[in-house]
Every structure is written in C-alpha cells, then in structure tokens.
C-alpha cells in the first residue's frame, strides 16, 4: 500500500535550518509530481512547494521563494525540503502529498512532520 512518512521535523531559532524527508513506497515514486504542505496552527492547509517526476521543474510559494529547497531522489524514493533563514511564520505541521496525475489533486498524504520556529 502507500506509505509517505516524513521526518526531520522539530524546534529550530528564527533564522535556523531544517531539512525535511518523506519516506515513500508502496508505488513507483518517479512517476509522480509530489508536494510539500503545511498547515499552521488554527490555518488551514496550504501548499508550499511541488516539484515534478524529473525534478526539472519546481514551484514555491512567494513567502519561502529563495528560503525552501524542494528536491527529490528517486532512486531513494525520498523526497527533501531544504529549508533555511526560518521564520516564527513556517511554524506548521508539515505534509508530503502525492499528486494524481489524472486529477492534479492530492490522493495520498503522509503523517506530517511538526516544525516549530521559536526564540
């Protein structure tokens, strides 16, 4: 079955660096476009950065554009999220999500990884 388990997570100062990993398996990993996606407390989900099969194409939202790293390795079957210079603002349960290509929507969601940013 599908299994997407992240890891990484925890408490890190303003201006700290985490990087997150999700675990996959139970599919063929390299065929599908994958997305990170938080949700901050008492928020709901938000996307913030999808990268595509090849990992020649990646997308970020504005507020960590230039901060966060998506990357994957498919012969790992991981997935990562770089993230650097953190802000109280990224504190959010962080999930990878895999996208169905017939739908472009999320059909598999792992766990989540807490990241808090604190002082």
């Known amino acids: 079955q599908v299994q997407l388990v992240e890891s990484g997570g925890g408490l890190v100062q303003p201006g700290g660096s985490l990087r997150l990993s999700c675990a996959a398996s139970?599919?063929?990993?390299?065929?599908?476009?994958m997305y990170w996606v938080r949700q901050a407390p008492g928020k709901g989900l938000e996307w913030v950065s999808g990268?595509?099969?090849?990992?020649?194409?990646?997308h970020y939202r504005d507020s960590v554009k230039g901060r966060f790293t998506i990357s994957r390795d498919n012969a790992k079957n991981t997935l990562y999220l770089e993230m650097n210079d953190l802000e109280l603002e990224d504190t959010a349960l962080y999930f990878c999500?895999?996208?169905?290509?017939?739908?472009?929507?999320?059909?598999?969601w792992g766990q989540g990884t807490q990241v808090t940013v604190s002082s």
């Open positions: 999500a895999r996208i169905q290509p017939r739908s472009n929507a999320v059909d598999y």
């Open positions: 139970g599919f063929t990993f390299s065929s599908y476009w």
């Open positions: 990268i595509k099969t090849g990992a020649d194409s990646t």
